[in-house]
DNA sequence: CGTGGGCGGATTTTT
DNA sequence: TCCGCCCACG
């Protein structure tokens, strides 16, 4: 067979690493380098040269976007489905093997998968019923403590607790959050891979299946790896040591959600006698954005070290402009903008990337008067809508009635007369161990008021009559049914405003979705059962329109992955880009400048950086000193953009605002000062004048804080 | 049960 | 400043 397609035009070390011996490989690959193509061509080198089976082959991605385009490229190399591959991210191929197993794992066989909004739902549900404090326990960060335990693989008996009653409180409540979810048969994001991982490692047949199943194992993007992802892994390959690792230690921005760039370092450690191949031709950016990059992203420490090299164009500089303000600096973007349509290129080739979303606001304002089509990324997606998820709930229902999670979603939506009083009771009498559903059923003769009885009679009836119904429908029939019958389209369609309009219109959406939905059919569930694990798992797009050529306005991390002829990269100011949370806390910096390399690597011809000397933000008037990222691009690589003639402050309607404030007698930004009460800290920012003069202090100990200079009495040092 | 006002929080996010 | 959430009121 030829196979000169697989490694013809690509480089040395491409081809090195597509076609290396067995035994575990660390890819580092540089932005631009090329490599999914090698991840894609190792694969299809596998199968055809090596003659490896589809079946023997497990490659794992974050994104279900990255799974897919994986598969359909080597479905195209190798010119026919490969179907038996286990293609897919780590929670949709922990899923699988949770599906697979169930029984094994001490999962119901029809659990369902909770998202973060259901997660945190529950996570409310336990601290009311505990009866903590929200303002004590806020749930969210009740939420992130389980999921961070989880990621580090630990349950409740794993964490010691010792006799701080703060932790043993969390103990409480983790444990409960566990066995309300086991109860209800409800699976969360971290569950999933925490529970496939201990599937496997405590059930020696199964893993020594899977072991001999798939020989050759290959990782995506794994320096965003958490803790338990890499034991993931490792249980995989523990006997074969076939692990091709993909990834590059200079793009992991995920550190603060549990990525460990370590896993690369451990790799080596792990795997003696790891082949280490790095790929750094880049075949995306012009060589004055790469110089520009490598510049600033060497002023890391610690890195494997890499440098990105370009055999094609110099290209244009790299340009700088210093906005006045955040409402100068997009006019400045939107008018680049709009000379780039002129000269006849798409809309749809440049990005505005910023470090926090609510940069966005500002740009978007400028390009809706400007008239210019945009496209904001982010934000809910399909599946994570209000009315979809109820309309899902539904549907959960009818899978799983011990879905307490679905129960509550909608045992009053649309509106029936089931109050807070019944839910409550309803609660307190499952709080026992039965789930909602079981209680409300025989709730008439477990004392409840005639009225709430009756109305939660109807319900149960109306849901088992629906399971009833939709039994041999075709799915898109059976969402449909639903839809009409539990009356939420109704009560959508009688609900006025554009909003309720827009709400109507996704269920309907979702009906279209269901016809188009095919199913996976190595997952061998029913379509319903598959349609809803589809639903939890990849909850579709941000917003429709994709195929509009508009202007992609993004933040940076969202930008990972993606290129553009002309990039944007707005309001590199201290204490926004770097973020000031990064600046609070050690070691942070370091990933925040891996953040403006990976924004800047993502131009391809050319790159603007903004800065705006002034910024308004959550209400307030903030003076703001350029980035020290625009400091590390070195000088000759940078053009600076100053204001002309019509932008300038001649006629710009803030020129006639004062200049900004001199700051207060012994005021200087990043002075040190001594607080009597807060100790010693550094000035960050500060704002008005005379009586009214405030400064921002990051105290060593007390953290940062506004005071009011003439109360302070702020000693310098 | 729906709405409006008050309150607190405001990086980054996929699954 | 602005947005989302919670609670109280009608």
Redesign the pocket.
């Known amino acids: 067979m030829d196979v000169s397609h697989l490694i013809e035009g690509l480089n040395d070390a491409q081809r090195e690493a597509v076609t290396a011996e067995p035994g575990p490989l660390l890819v580092l690959a540089g932005a631009g380098s090329g490599k999914t193509r090698v991840l894609t061509h190792r694969i299809a080198w596998s199968v055809q040269v090596l003659g490896a089976s589809p079946l023997s082959v497990m490659a794992v991605t974050?994104?279900?976007?990255a799974a897919n385009e994986m598969r359909g490229r080597i479905e195209g190399l190798l010119d026919r489905p490969v179907g038996g591959m286990w293609a897919g991210?780590f929670?949709?191929l922990s899923h699988r093997l949770l599906r697979a197993h169930w029984r094994e794992a001490g999962l119901p066989q029809g659990f369902q998968i909770l998202?973060?909004q259901d997660q945190l739902r529950i996570v409310?549900r336990v601290l009311r019923q505990l009866g903590l404090d929200e303002a004590y326990w806020p749930p969210k960060k009740v939420q992130w403590l389980i999921n961070s335990y989880k990621e580090s693989g630990r349950r409740p008996a794993q964490v010691p607790a010792g006799d701080d009653p703060q932790q043993r409180q969390f103990l409480r409540i983790y444990e409960e959050y566990e066995a309300l979810c086991l109860r209800a048969g409800l699976v969360d994001?971290a569950e999933l891979l925490l529970r496939a991982y201990e599937l496997l490692a405590r059930n020696e047949p199964l893993r020594a299946h899977y072991q001999h199943r798939f020989r050759h194992v290959l990782v995506d993007e794994f320096q965003d790896t958490n803790e338990i992802q890499y034991r993931w892994l490792k249980l995989f390959v523990a006997a074969h040591r076939q692990l091709f690792a993909v990834g590059d230690d200079d793009q992991s921005i995920y550190g603060?959600?549990g990525a460990r760039v370590e896993n690369i370092l451990q790799f080596e450690q792990d795997f003696p006698g790891t082949r280490v191949i790095r790929l750094e031709q880049n075949y995306r950016s012009t060589a004055n954005i790469l110089n520009a990059a490598n510049a600033v992203i060497a002023h890391n420490e610690g890195r494997l070290g890499k440098k990105l090299w370009t055999a094609g164009d110099q290209g244009a500089p790299v340009r700088s402009y210093t906005a006045f303000n955040e409402v100068d600096e997009a006019r400045f973007v939107v008018d680049r903008i709009q000379e780039w349509v002129a000269e006849g290129h798409r809309r749809d080739q440049v990005a505005v990337l910023y470090?926090?979303?609510?940069q966005s606001r500002v740009f978007e304002e400028t390009l809706v008067n400007e008239g210019v089509p945009y496209r904001v990324y982010?934000g809910l997606r399909f599946f994570e809508r209000a009315e979809i998820k109820d309309a899902l709930a539904y549907l959960r229902l009818i899978a799983n009635r011990d879905d307490d999670a679905s129960f509550e979603r909608i045992v009053?939506m649309?509106?029936?007369?089931?109050?807070n009083r019944t839910l409550e009771a309803l609660r307190a009498r499952a709080a026992a161990g039965g789930s909602l559903w079981s209680v409300a059923r025989d709730a008439a003769g477990a004392g409840l008021g005639g009225r709430a009885a009756n109305a939660l009679a109807g319900f149960c009836r109306l849901i088992e009559t629906l399971a009833e119904e939709i039994r041999d429908l075709e799915l898109a029939e059976q969402v449909d049914l639903v839809l009409g019958r539990s009356g939420l389209l109704d009560y959508y369609r009688e609900q006025k405003g554009e909003k309720a309009e827009g709400r109507v219109e996704n269920l309907e959406e979702l009906v279209t979705a269901a016809r188009q939905f095919r199913p996976d059919e190595a997952e061998a569930l029913e379509p319903l059962h598959a349609f809803l694990v589809h639903a939890a798992?990849?909850?579709g797009e941000g917003q429709a329109g994709e195929w509009e050529d508009c202007v992609q306005l993004?933040?940076l991390?969202?930008a990972k992955g993606l290129e553009f002829p002309l990039v944007f990269l707005t309001g590199l100011e201290e204490g926004l880009f770097p973020?000031q949370?990064?600046l609070d806390e050690p070691g942070?910096l370091e990933e925040?400048r891996r953040l403006c390399y990976v924004g800047m690597t993502r131009a391809m011809r050319e790159l603007y950086l903004t800065w705006a000397e002034t910024r308004?933000l959550?209400?307030r008037e903030h003076y703001a000193r350029p980035s020290r990222f625009l400091a590390e691009v070195p000088a000759e690589l940078v053009q600076e953009i100053r204001p002309t003639g019509g932008a300038g402050p001649g006629t710009a309607p803030w020129a006639s605002t004062p200049a900004p404030a001199a700051p207060p007698a012994g005021i200087r930004l990043g002075g040190r000062v001594r607080h009597a009460q807060f100790g010693d800290g550094v000035i960050l920012n500060y704002e008005g004048r005379g009586e009214h003069a405030r400064v921002q202090v990051n105290f060593e100990q007390a953290g940062s804080k506004w005071l009011v200079l003439a109360y302070a009495d702020l000693q310098p040092i």
């Open positions: 974050f994104t279900n976007k991210t929670h949709g998202d973060a409310k994001f603060w959600r470090r926090s979303n609510a982010g009053n649309p509106p029936r007369g089931i109050g798992l990849e909850a993004m933040s991390h969202a973020h949370h990064a942070r925040e308004r959550h209400g």
